[in-house]
């Protein structure tokens, strides 16, 4: 990745349960964008930060992944590459993960929403179901999950992943500005 880069927007959520707030950005580089944050919340009573760092290219195709939890016990990261096919390997070596999933969901973010609903760039009332390697914390465990994003309005999503059901609502730059009963937009740059 080059070390060009402009920032397109940022955004400061909080976490309607009380738990934590995550700064956002978003730039664009020369071979795509990336999408940058730290969240600071409690895990397990004890406080915690999460970096990341998710390079999609110019389609909005996961590319590369790197994230890491601070939780004062412990130091753990995962760095993850992908080759915009659905192909995934742990960085540095080889792993048969996710296959078949184009966009990376970071569990304790609303970031990586934005990715598959720049890529898909559906018109109001299409939808389109997605399969995602979804990173949980604390324990970074790696999952492929089916996902299913349906446009309502210029900037309002349906999306569903098994039994959950949200409302997403975007901002700039397809940044989100609510995710339903989780996730909110206080500030944005």
Request: proline share 3%.
């Amino acid at each position: 990745m080059s070390n060009e880069r402009a920032q397109l927007a940022s955004v400061l959520w909080y976490d309607r349960d009380g738990l934590g707030a995550e700064r956002c950005r978003l730039h664009e580089t020369d071979s795509g964008y990336l999408v940058e944050g730290t969240a600071v919340f409690a895990n397990e009573g004890l406080p915690a930060i999460a970096r990341y760092q998710v390079v999609v290219d110019k389609a909005w195709r996961t590319r590369k992944v790197w994230a890491e939890l601070d939780d004062g016990r412990a130091i753990r990261e995962v760095e993850l590459e992908a080759d915009g096919f659905g192909r995934w390997r742990l960085a540095g070596g080889d792993a048969d993960i996710g296959e078949g999933c184009i966009d990376v969901d970071l569990n304790f973010s609303p970031s990586t929403n934005t990715l598959p609903i720049r890529r898909l760039e559906l018109e109001v009332g299409a939808s389109a179901t997605i399969c995602a390697l979804w990173l949980r914390l604390p324990d970074l465990a790696l999952e492929a999950v089916e996902q299913r994003y349906e446009r309502t309005s210029a900037n309002t999503w349906q999306y569903s992943a098994g039994a959950f059901r949200a409302e997403i609502v975007t901002g700039p730059q397809g940044l989100i500005a609510d995710y339903e009963g989780i996730w909110r937009a206080i500030a944005w740059g």
